[in-house]
């Protein structure tokens, strides 16, 4: 049995079932992970988390400390996910656990099976070594925590607890990423607009729970502070006004969002958003979620359109906040009519097949025998890069270069932890922290490069050597046939460090 707020026995059978599709998808995601390599991001942010510090340019560092041991504990490469597939079972109980408090068990289950279902949470944020698992996370922690404070009874002493463990969530969410303030201002106007919850704002709580969350995201101002808030700068600038106005920017935002979320969930998830508007004046539990929503989805779907160009997942952390919306209105009388289970096995089908294609263009590129031009290929960035260490120019070498970040990041992954890897560019984002190039002046190296871009590197980092060998070509393979053409050009007598961007 349970009351009106969904609120029932912690393991009765909903919360069987729920177990079961945890575990179910969990083992699908840990294979799925284990058959991918990592791409371009991934392979950049094991390398970069090499370095343990207080936090880093890109994100701030919670997901880069727990990629950090992962890759000592387990190894760097796949086994490095390990660590985000766990915390993302745990979000998804998190996810039933809100939606069953909120409106029942089936709005849980189906909220549940949905999350899950949906490439972007079932890939992405479910596996990758990103910052958006453990964001995730303390998201649906810290919803759970207020919706048990602001839909519940707690006595004084628990209200207490209640409000500093959702300071606790929100803190962790912060250190994992910056957009998590959008959150914390969803919170803020829900207390605000409604008229039973604006009592807290009179409570010493929020303010205390605030002050927690502050304390937790500390090390991320700290490092900032000690270097000319580089990233604080990098994400602002997104944002920062462009010239002239971008509606394609926000058209493909958007296109990019149905296609993470696919077309099949996408259209009831947003039916299940409009129809929580529509009954949010009566309905606190709706407008609490909606709350929670809407502000990273309005905001980031927006700022194409005067900044720069916008990502797709970055209103992810918003429509996770829909599924509990769309398990509501699923579990509504009307409902009984639809087929929900034939819907739940296409898309559970179509989950499958899409992640059988990716992992199979990913070892093999046989789609590419059905394009009539090879275009981008984005399982091309999963492509193994190891047969840099058996090039001849590699061995021994003291340190290697490259003149992009991302291929920084598959260099440093391929070559491992024993040969340093530099950036020398203008934009070596988080690469430029790891280590100080200035140690091996008058050193011997090799630059790492594309075919095409000899010239160009040569030209580029030629100052900052005394001469070069011929470049050596590398070509990586998949599926026996050549992908990636490389170029290894052994650097003697390094003259000095690259000037880096960032102060240090």
Not at 425 to 436: E, I, Q
Request: glycine letters at 8%.
């Amino acid at each position: 049995m349970s009351d009106a707020f969904g609120r029932a026995p912690r393991f009765d059978a909903a919360a069987r079932a729920a177990l079961i599709q945890i575990a179910a998808f969990a083992a699908a995601r840990a294979l799925f992970a284990a058959a991918l390599g990592p791409g371009y991001d991934e392979s950049y942010t094991i390398a970069v988390a090499r370095r343990l510090d207080l936090s880093y340019f890109d994100h701030p560092p919670l997901h880069q400390w727990i990629a950090h041991f992962a890759a000592l504990a387990l190894g760097e490469g796949a086994p490095t996910r390990a660590p985000f597939v766990a915390l993302f079972a745990a979000t998804g109980w998190l996810t039933f656990a809100l939606t069953r408090r909120l409106f029942g068990a089936r709005a849980g289950l189906v909220a549940l099976f949905t999350l899950n279902a949906t490439p972007f949470f079932f890939a992405s944020a479910g596996a990758w070594v990103v910052p958006d698992g453990p964001l995730l996370f303390a998201l649906a922690g810290a919803a759970l925590t207020l919706a048990k404070l602001l839909f519940g009874a707690p006595a004084p002493r628990a209200a207490w607890a209640l409000w500093l463990l959702a300071g606790v969530c929100l803190g962790l969410a912060g250190l994992s990423k910056y957009s998590a303030a959008l959150s914390a201002l969803g919170v803020l106007v829900f207390l605000v607009v409604s008229p039973r919850q604006r009592h807290w704002l009179a409570h010493p709580a929020p303010y205390a729970a605030a002050l927690v969350a502050l304390a937790i995201v500390s090390p991320a101002f700290v490092w900032n502070a000690r270097h000319g808030w580089v990233s604080f700068a990098f994400q602002g600038g997104r944002a920062a006004l462009a010239g002239g106005w971008r509606p394609a920017q926000v058209g493909a935002t958007l296109i990019g969002q149905i296609a993470y979320l696919t077309p099949w969930l996408f259209v009831p998830l947003l039916i299940a958003l409009i129809e929580a508007a529509r009954r949010a004046r009566s309905d606190e539990r709706r407008l609490f979620l909606l709350c929670l929503a809407l502000p990273p989805i309005v905001v980031f779907t927006l700022t194409p359109l005067w900044g720069a160009r916008g990502l797709p997942h970055w209103p992810m952390p918003g429509w996770l906040f829909v599924f509990p919306l769309l398990g509501a209105w699923l579990a509504e009388p009307w409902a009984a009519r639809v087929h929900l289970k034939r819907w739940a096995f296409g898309a559970a089908t179509a989950l499958v097949v899409l992640a059988a294609v990716a992992v199979s263009q990913a070892a093999t590129g046989w789609l590419d025998r059905f394009r009539p031009a090879r275009g981008a290929d984005p399982t091309l960035e999963t492509l193994d890069w190891g047969a840099l260490r058996a090039a001849p120019a590699a061995q021994g070498a003291a340190f290697v270069v490259a003149a992009r970040w991302w291929e920084g990041g598959k260099i440093a992954l391929a070559l491992g932890p024993q040969t340093p890897t530099f950036v020398f560019s203008a934009d070596p984002r988080g690469m430029a922290f790891v280590d100080d190039a200035g140690r091996f002046v008058g050193g011997d190296g090799v630059i790492v490069a594309p075919q095409g871009r000899i010239e160009e590197t040569l030209a580029a980092l030629g100052p900052y050597f005394a001469r070069f060998d011929a470049p050596q070509p590398l070509t990586l393979q998949r599926g026996g046939r050549d992908e990636i053409s490389l170029a290894l050009i052994p650097a003697h007598g390094l003259t000095r460090a690259f000037p880096l961007p960032y102060p240090h």
